[in-house]
């Protein structure tokens, strides 16, 4: 049987965490910040870090670990190592049916989002032109992933330099333009509405969940990684400083290129609204196309984990029909099956977001953000992870072994918080569903 070769090196694995992360979340999930924190920038910049140390220092504990875990499929490796089989094939489970199927399918739909606006017809969000152009881009991130992963892998390198340069070119010029004409200093003082405080700050962290995650997706290609041991490590904590410090610059840019009340009524405008103002409107398109391309990279590099999710189970005889599932295309080098049924569950995942979230709501109690919800529940999946790994890995020194862990747990625990009490009753409609899903999991693995 063919197995997955080593074909990535440490650009490349940098690259995924910066690319996976960086990208759509900036921009998506910047207005709803704004919005959640009533244009309160001082607020809104502490969510910011708040989300991004709890990143580096969850992305921290998995380098750790990764020094020590190497075999397949990253988190499920991981959850393996420190649980056992069971906990690993539920983590895995997870990731396959629910995590990396949402994320995909939000991020085609913002991806196409974002065309819309760059074309600039009269077209709606949630009308039959946008859901054409998410089908298309879904179909052709998984056609690039599937028939030429190495050339999929080039183009997430590349994707990630353009990505770049909109969020460096507004963090710098729009923070200078805006320091010149008083306009940052404005912003920061002028709250749009007056909000409470700490859960303005609560739901405005929940929101940056989405725009930090991704890293631990570039843990899933480690069997594919050239020097895992070694490269992982650097790739995940390098990756996530740039992340963090890249979005704060870029927030604060915003608040010198346009006024936040402008901002906050704007919508999926207000980005290219604010590069037209710094920038004019042709140049401020120009950029507006790398914000594009910057989504489409985002999406690319999510559909490259989802297109393997079911692999990691299958790998391990665990899961529906594993010999089917764990075939790997001589000439592609991908396990072409498995991804066919990633595909499918971003396309189920994507009628659910359209449904639940961009319409009047079809599923009534059984609504909720598919784009946040699953990360949260990610992040309590961690907390049992570090705990053990805190506790049996007693040859480490204090600050590896005790405290980061402990940070990391605590941090999860911060989230888990956030998200009660932004989504409220949501979250108990999302349980349901997680739970129908983990058990239809146990029956395939009870069957085994």
Same mark, same amino acid.
């Given at each position: 049987?063919?197995?997955?070769?080593?074909?990535?090196?440490?650009?490349?694995?940098?690259?995924?965490?910066?690319?996976?992360?960086?990208?759509?979340?900036?921009?998506?999930?910047?207005?709803?910040?704004?919005?959640?924190?009533?244009?309160?920038?001082?607020?809104?910049?502490?969510?910011?870090?708040?989300?991004?140390?709890?990143?580096?220092?969850?992305?921290?504990?998995?380098?750790?670990?990764?020094?020590?875990?190497?075999?397949?499929?990253?988190?499920?490796?991981?959850?393996?190592?420190?649980?056992?089989?069971?906990?690993?094939?539920?983590?895995?489970?997870?990731?396959?049916?629910?995590?990396?199927?949402?994320?995909?399918?939000?991020?085609?739909?913002?991806?196409?989002?974002?065309?819309?606006?760059?074309?600039?017809?009269?077209?709606?969000?949630?009308?039959? %032109?946008?859901? +054409?152009? =998410? $089908? *298309?881009?879904? /179909?052709? &991130?998984?056609?690039?992933? #599937?028939?030429?992963?190495?050339?999929?892998?080039?183009?997430?390198?590349?994707?990630?330099?353009?990505?770049?340069?909109?969020?460096?070119?507004?963090?710098?010029?729009?923070?200078?333009?805006?320091?010149?004409?008083?306009?940052?200093?404005?912003?920061?003082?002028?709250?749009?509405?007056?909000?409470?405080?700490?859960?303005?700050?609560?739901?405005?962290?929940?929101?940056?969940?989405?725009?930090?995650?991704?890293?631990?997706?570039?843990?899933?290609?480690?069997?594919?990684?050239?020097?895992?041991?070694?490269?992982?490590?650097?790739?995940?904590?390098?990756?996530?400083?740039?992340?963090?410090?890249?979005?704060?610059?870029?927030?604060?840019?915003?608040?010198?290129?346009?006024?936040?009340?402008?901002?906050?009524?704007?919508? %999926?405008?207000? +980005?290219? =609204? $604010? *590069?037209?103002? /710094?920038? &004019?409107?042709?140049?401020? #398109?120009?950029?507006?196309?790398?914000?594009?391309?910057?989504?489409?990279?985002?999406?690319?590099?999510?559909?490259?984990?989802?297109?393997?999710?079911?692999?990691?189970?299958?790998?391990?005889?665990?899961?529906?029909?594993?010999?089917?599932?764990?075939?790997?295309?001589?000439?592609?080098?991908?396990?072409?099956?498995?991804?066919?049924?990633?595909?499918?569950?971003?396309?189920?995942?994507?009628?659910?977001?359209?449904?639940?979230?961009?319409?009047?709501?079809?599923?009534?109690?059984?609504?909720?953000?598919?784009?946040?919800?699953?990360?949260?529940?990610?992040?309590?999946?961690?907390?049992?992870?570090?705990?053990?790994?805190?506790?049996?890995?007693?040859?480490?020194?204090?600050?590896?072994?005790?405290?980061?862990?402990?940070?990391?747990?605590?941090?999860?625990? *911060?989230?888990?918080?956030?998200?009660?009490?932004?989504?409220?009753?949501?979250?108990?409609?999302?349980?349901?569903?997680?739970?129908?899903?983990?058990?239809?999991?146990?029956?395939?693995?009870?069957?085994?």
């Amino acid at each position: 049987m063919e197995t997955l070769q080593k074909k990535y090196g440490l650009m490349t694995a940098t690259a995924m965490v910066v690319g996976i992360v960086i990208g759509s979340g900036v921009f998506f999930k910047a207005e709803k910040i704004l919005t959640a924190t009533g244009g309160n920038l001082s607020v809104g910049i502490l969510a910011w870090i708040i989300g991004g140390v709890i990143m580096i220092v969850c992305a921290y504990n998995f380098a750790v670990m990764a020094t020590k875990y190497e075999k397949v499929s990253g988190i499920v490796d991981y959850a393996e190592a420190t649980l056992g089989t069971g906990y690993g094939y539920f983590v895995g489970w997870f990731m396959a049916t629910i995590y990396y199927p949402t994320l995909v399918s939000v991020l085609a739909w913002v991806s196409a989002r974002y065309t819309c606006v760059l074309i600039g017809k009269d077209w709606s969000i949630v009308g039959p %032109e946008c859901l +054409a152009i =998410t $089908a *298309f881009y879904l /179909i052709a &991130s998984y056609t690039l992933n #599937t028939l030429s992963p190495i050339l999929a892998g080039k183009f997430q390198v590349s994707t990630t330099i353009i990505k770049l340069i909109p969020l460096f070119a507004m963090a710098i010029v729009g923070t200078l333009s805006g320091l010149a004409n008083g306009m940052v200093v404005e912003n920061f003082a002028t709250v749009v509405v007056e909000m409470d405080t700490f859960s303005a700050l609560l739901t405005a962290v929940c929101a940056t969940a989405f725009a930090y995650e991704g890293w631990i997706i570039a843990t899933s290609i480690n069997a594919e990684l050239k020097d895992a041991k070694r490269n992982l490590p650097k790739a995940l904590v390098r990756g996530t400083f740039l992340i963090m410090a890249t979005y704060i610059l870029y927030y604060v840019g915003l608040s010198g290129a346009v006024e936040n009340s402008i901002l906050m009524e704007s919508g %999926e405008m207000g +980005a290219k =609204t $604010a *590069f037209a103002n /710094i920038f &004019s409107n042709f140049m401020g #398109t120009g950029l507006f196309v790398f914000v594009v391309i910057s989504c489409l990279g985002t999406l690319n590099g999510l559909m490259l984990a989802c297109t393997r999710g079911l692999y990691a189970l299958s790998v391990r005889n665990m899961g529906p029909m594993p010999d089917t599932f764990k075939q790997i295309d001589a000439k592609t080098n991908m396990p072409t099956n498995a991804s066919v049924l990633g595909l499918f569950f971003a396309g189920i995942w994507l009628l659910y977001f359209y449904g639940a979230n961009l319409t009047a709501p079809w599923f009534g109690f059984f609504s909720f953000d598919s784009s946040e919800l699953p990360i949260i529940t990610i992040y309590a999946m961690y907390i049992p992870i570090f705990w053990i790994f805190m506790k049996r890995e007693r040859d480490m020194d204090f600050f590896r072994g005790k405290l980061m862990p402990a940070l990391g747990i605590l941090g999860s625990l *911060f989230m888990i918080y956030a998200a009660y009490v932004s989504h409220g009753k949501a979250i108990l409609a999302y349980l349901i569903v997680f739970l129908v899903v983990q058990l239809i999991g146990m029956f395939y693995m009870k069957r085994k």
